[in-house]
Every structure is written in structure tokens, then in C-alpha cells.
């Protein structure tokens, strides 16, 4: 059952790469862009956060707090964080769980991997709502980050 526009966000608490619990109730009153990536250190992954990591103003701005979650360990994404200097949280679901909630997990990735999240972009009002939801199926694309802050500057007062 895929998560549509006005459902309530599903929660959740992972680590994030300092290995504290992060929950998304800890938003609670600001907007969430909640994205899920495959894996750390991929051409497109790397590209996409990058992207992310250099108009972070525009979405503060607006706002949003940005999340980056994947399947990758505790460590691995310390490890991605620490030389790509990304400004916002990444979370490992290495347990699957909230990639499944979100529906956004391929049953098999590349060179045979299972379980491994799905590129996708959800816009998280500050009650927990749904506002935009995008999963793609094809890992070499990217979410339309236009359509994300278009989402987010109608949640503007």
C-alpha cells in the first residue's frame, strides 16, 4: 500500500550517524523533507545529496528540515557524512523498517542485493501530513526537487 498525499506520515526513530535516536515526532512544528536513498557512496546517491548539502539555505528557508535515510550502517554513513560535509541528518534504517513503512523498498537492488531503499522524496507538514510523495522505481533518476520546494512554499503563511 503506497503512502499517498494527506495521509499522516508513518513514525519512526532511527540513529542518526553520531548514533543518537532521532524520531520524526522531533519535528513535530517544522516541515521534513524525508528522503530515501540507496547507498552511501553511489555516483547518483553522492550526487543527490550533494545537490541537497549545496542549496540546504533554500530549504531552510523554507522551513524544512532535511532527513536522508538508507539501509547503510550507523558507519557508513558517519563515515560519507564526514568527508562529503553534509548539513543535515542522515539516519541508517538497517533494519528495513521505516523504508518499509514508506513503501519504499526495492525487493532486489543491483548485482543481486535485497532490501535496499528506493530514491524517494516525501514532504512532511509540520502536523505530520503528507504533503508530497515520490518514489521511483528507476534508482539513476532523481526526485523533482522543484516540485519539493513548489510544496514547501505552500506551506509558507
Known sequence: MSLKIGDTAPAFTLRN?????????DFKGKNVVLLFFPMAFTGVCTKELCDMRDSI???EKLDAQVIAISVDSVFTLGKWKEEQGFNFTLLSDFNKTVSKKYDALYKEFVFEMKGV???SAFVIDSKGVIRYAEVLENA???PNFEAV???LRSLQN
Request: proline share 0%; hydrophobic share 20%; net charge positive.
Open 149 to 151: 520546494r513548489s510544496t
Open 140 to 142: 539513476g533518476e532523481l
Open 57 to 59: 539555505g533554500d530549504y
Open 17 to 25: 550517524t553520531e548514533k543518537e535516536l532521532v524520531s520524526l515526532k
Open 117 to 119: 531503499s528506493k530514491r
